[in-house]
């Protein structure tokens, strides 16, 4: 079984930041067109904060989603791995995902030890969070623990109703394939 992200092109559009430019210049495409086609880059470095839900009420398919993203995103940005369930399990600095990764944790669900997430990690500007969850998290932290950056949810199941308003949240499907049917 696989996961579709509804909205998905929203999600990444959300925390990515380009500046337009036009320095790559070609007179041929001037001349066919009438102007020339404008490039985009990043603006700043990429620096997010992957929040993976690891209580008990996670399924495999799900961890296997979070690992599938991670490995997306660490071809584009320096990546952190928050593994959370009722309190931090484990962060790291993740260059590539394992073949073999094994998360920590499998217990309740309550966040409000993300409050002490900016002990676990460097002195940066970071500029996205991404929680991964399947949205029966019991509580939040009351305050946003790292404010500069761009909060996004992605839940398998329900939006949780107590969310902070700092945390955009996006819903994914589960995908039937035709061999799993």
């Given at each position: 079984m696989k996961f579709r992200l509804?909205?998905?092109?929203?999600?990444?559009?959300?925390?990515r930041e380009v500046e337009r430019t036009y320095y790559a210049y070609n007179p041929l495409n001037a001349n066919k067109y009438g102007f020339v086609f404008p490039s985009y880059r990043p603006l700043v470095e990429q620096t997010i904060v992957v929040i993976v839900d690891t209580s008990g009420s996670i399924g495999e398919e799900e961890l296997q989603y979070s690992l599938d993203l991670i490995n997306s995103l660490v071809k584009q940005?320096?990546?952190y791995l928050v593994e959370i369930d009722t309190m931090i399990q484990r962060v790291i600095?993740?260059?590539e995902v394992e073949e073999k990764f094994s998360f920590k944790g499998r217990g309740g669900t309550v966040f409000t030890d993300l409050e002490r997430l900016p002990q676990f990690l460097p002195a940066r500007d970071f500029t996205a969070c991404i929680i991964l969850t399947d949205g029966y998290v019991n509580a939040f932290p009351e305050e946003n623990p790292l404010p500069g950056a761009k909060w996004i949810g992605i839940t398998t199941g329900v939006i949780p109703e107590n969310s902070p308003n700092w945390i955009k949240w996006f819903k994914v499907e589960r995908v039937i394939e035709d061999s799993e049917e």
């Open positions: 509804i909205g998905e092109d929203n999600i990444f559009g959300f925390f940005a320096e990546i600095r993740v260059r």
